[in-house]
């Protein structure tokens, strides 16, 4: 199975703030990576999908980069509906694994 | 794109079998997916991928679960199913039900199970 890392676990930042969660798989999974956001007592949202490619009606500030087993997300300048926690998931091979989440919170 | 929604009982007991339906409506269950799978979500926790059924038929599983997962599709009822025998208190979580086309996954809002006697 391929295991995914998310670094870091917990991330407190500021509204304007530019952040970075990195995935990091096991081995290979070409650009086979999706990028959720998940809020209290609902369902995730796909944010990202093909490692870079914005979901349809997602704000330009997020994006994606990434490609073999390192991937980023980056917020370009923190909102308030953007603290969350965020899990990313590879599609490339079943099982279809996720990241461990990393939960963003207001500093 | 499709949408998916999930029904099921919210409580079961101890050592019975929980059956979940996934719902797909928005267009064809068959040309629209090319898989259709089940993740849950024990409280508090992260995301856990169940099982998948890809469109060629062949079924996909956790390996901690499959002695205890069936997942199956009715095309012509537009839906599909997760079983999952013998269930514990470790099986209480949200289930979410998905669909993917390429890259893209649709997921359900969830329905949350409690395993309590």
């Known amino acids: 199975d391929i295991q995914l890392t998310q670094s870091p676990s917990f991330l407190s930042a500021s509204i304007g703030d530019r952040v970075t969660i990195t995935c990091r798989a096991s081995q290979g999974i070409h650009v086979y990576l999706a990028w959720y956001q998940q809020k209290p007592g609902k369902a995730p949202k796909l944010l990202i999908y093909s490692a870079s490619t914005l979901h349809s009606g997602v704000p330009s500030r997020f994006s994606g980069s990434g490609s073999g087993t390192e991937f980023t997300l980056t917020i370009s300048s923190l909102q308030p509906e953007d603290f969350a926690t965020y899990y990313c998931?590879?599609?490339?091979?079943?099982?279809?694994?996720f990241g461990q989440g990393t939960r963003l919170e207001i500093k | 794109q499709l949408q998916v929604q999930e029904s099921g009982p919210g409580l079961i007991k101890p050592s019975e079998t929980l059956s979940l339906t996934c719902t797909v409506s928005g267009g064809s269950i068959s040309s629209n997916s090319d898989d259709w799978g089940w993740i849950r979500q024990p409280p508090g926790k992260g995301l856990e991928w169940i099982a998948s059924l890809y469109h060629d038929g062949n079924t996909y599983y956790s390996a901690s679960l499959k002695s205890r997962v069936i997942i199956s599709v009715d095309t012509s009822k537009s839906q599909f199913s997760l079983n999952l025998s013998s269930v514990t208190a470790a099986d209480t979580a949200v289930y979410y039900c998905?669909?993917?086309?390429?890259?893209?996954?649709?997921w359900g809002q969830g329905t949350l199970v409690t395993v309590s006697s």
């Open positions: 998905t669909t993917r086309l390429g890259q893209i996954s649709s």
């Open positions: 998931q590879q599609l490339n091979y079943y099982p279809l694994t």
